[in-house]
């Protein structure tokens, strides 16, 4: 069980996507809210569907079969049955598994969805998802089979089955059966009430919860790129009036705006103007808050698409357990999820383009006004068989274009499933599994940029070009900080090691930008 931590209360107020970050850190604890209203919902739901069974009522998913087989009619004695078996013939899904860090997101927002008070879902379920998330039993989930409608029910089959005892999870740094976990924490595993399986499996919760973790990665790329240009401008000699407030007024883009701000206060260009007898630097630099800007600007509809999802009930049917209604529908279908997730992934790709770029003109003595050669850093006597960051701009690119690659977006895709009844489907989670990969594709371009950039400016100012105490507090710090962890490549050596651990800084999102 978590201690001292910080608690986010389920079925009161709407979550955020920060919310949904810090439970899959495991850095709070959750817990089921006791306002009045969330309990009478709960119990309600539940004692409506008990009511509709006994009276022989018609319910999808409870006296009837799944999905193309609603019309198949299922014995009262058997509806008990239907939802363990729901969990059981979805278990085919395949690929690389999720981390316990995704596992940990996909149960909280699951969570977040049956607690609107809409799924006909028990106390025991939702408190067994509860104790899942406490006691850190995080179900082992494959990440492909979903087309995103009826939204994940392939990958989702796996929290259902583990809530019963049934397949593996992630315990105490270990991947043991689900029972065996349950059993070390005395904790039982539950039989799903008529529906639960539905409620469980018929709905958005892996896309969203990728979303909420794409969302975090992204907002911080967005700042860290705009302190790799400011570097990259500082080594090139870039001129810092392309960042003026002036400049940007006339064009109100607001994220695009207050990218430039960063920069220029980065830059110190009110106390520092730098070169500004070089009317214009390349693209790369110049149009950076043009680049960088769009997904800044994208960001608050990206959040509202994200967390209007988190904080909906999107399984069908939907249980109305107050006003007495069944009603079915296509909440399921994650349609926005995968538009925001298209979006996200092309405006990220776009910043590892344009970082590809600026490192391309760091490593070019055509372009890099008068660094060395692949800025390496080897004594005069050396220089001729080293060879610097020539091999990591080659990386870099290649990065880049296994990113853009990935762009195409995944919403077009829609596959006629299922008997033709899933015959329009979202793609919501690929769309989203793309988009991860396509931040951690971006994350190395970023890395590889950090490095190469930070290179630059101590060459400038061993040069003399540059002085240490004319640049800006934070921009300052930030070299320091680095050159903690990586030393100058003077003599060749292999630079995975180094690359792969500012990667994880990056995830872990080490320094604090633009508070």
């Not at 729901?86 to 981390?99: E, N, Q, S, V």
């Not at 100012?461 to 003077?490: H, Y």
């Amino acid at each position: 069980m978590l201690e001292n931590k910080a608690t986010t209360t389920f079925g009161a107020t709407a979550l955020t996507i920060e919310d949904i970050v810090a439970i899959a850190k495991n850095e709070q604890q959750v817990a089921l809210s006791n306002d009045s209203e969330f309990i009478q919902k709960i119990d309600a739901g539940v004692a409506f569907l008990d009511t509709l069974l006994k009276e022989d009522g018609v319910i999808y998913g409870v006296t009837t079969g799944y999905g193309e087989s609603c019309t198949v009619e299922i014995p009262t004695d058997l509806a008990n049955e239907l939802p363990l078996h729901l969990t059981r013939f979805h278990g085919c899904g395949l690929g690389d598994y999720f981390t316990p860090e995704q596992g940990r997101a996909i149960l909280a927002t699951r969570l977040a969805s049956l607690s609107r008070g809409y799924s006909g879902v028990s106390w025991p379920l939702l408190k067994q998802i509860t104790a899942f998330l406490n006691n850190n039993i995080i179900p082992v989930i494959p990440q492909e089979g979903s087309v995103g409608a009826s939204g994940d029910l392939t990958p989702l089959s796996y929290v259902g089955a583990t809530l019963c005892g049934e397949r593996d999870v992630y315990y105490q740094g270990k991947k043991v059966a689900a029972k065996v976990a349950l059993a070390n924490e005395k904790l039982n595993p539950i039989t799903l009430r008529p529906k639960e399986g539905l409620a469980i499996m018929n709905g958005t919760a892996v896309m969203t919860a990728l979303a909420c973790q794409a969302y975090d990665r992204a907002a911080y790329l967005t700042k860290l790129s705009a302190r790799i240009t400011a570097l990259s401008s500082l080594a090139l000699k870039g001129n810092s009036n392309h960042f003026d407030d002036i400049l940007f007024s006339v064009k109100p883009h607001q994220g695009q705006a207050d990218v430039a701000s960063w920069i220029q206060h980065d830059l110190h260009h009110h106390h520092h103007p730098r070169n500004s007898h070089r009317l214009q630097d390349r693209y790369s630099i110049r149009c950076a808050p043009h680049v960088i800007g769009v997904l800044a600007d994208s960001l608050p509809w990206l959040r509202q698409f994200i967390e209007n999802e988190l904080n909906s009930a999107n399984d069908n049917p939907i249980i109305d357990g107050i006003g007495e209604h069944v009603l079915h529908g296509g909440h399921f279908y994650g349609g926005h999820i995968a538009m925001a997730m298209d979006s996200m992934k092309a405006a990220v790709a776009n910043i590892s383009d344009l970082l590809d770029r600026q490192m391309a003109s760091l490593v070019d003595v055509k372009y890099n006004n008068g660094l060395p050669a692949n800025l390496s850093a080897a004594t005069p006597d050396r220089i001729a068989i080293n060879h610097g960051f020539k091999a990591v701009q080659i990386g870099a690119s290649a990065w880049t274009a296994e990113a853009l690659k990935l762009t195409m977006p995944a919403s077009v895709f829609s596959r006629s499933t299922e008997c033709h009844n899933q015959d329009k489907v979202s793609m919501g989670t690929i769309a989203a599994r793309d988009c991860l990969r396509v931040l951690q594709l971006t994350e190395q371009v970023v890395a590889a940029t950090l490095l190469a950039s930070y290179q630059a400016v101590t060459l400038r100012i061993q040069q003399n070009e540059l002085k240490r105490d004319t640049l800006s507090e934070p921009v300052s710090a930030m070299l320091t900080d680095i050159g903690e962890f990586f030393e100058l490549v003077t003599e060749d050596r292999p630079l995975e090691g180094i690359l792969r651990e500012t990667v994880t800084h990056i995830q872990a999102q080490r320094w604090s930008l633009y508070e």
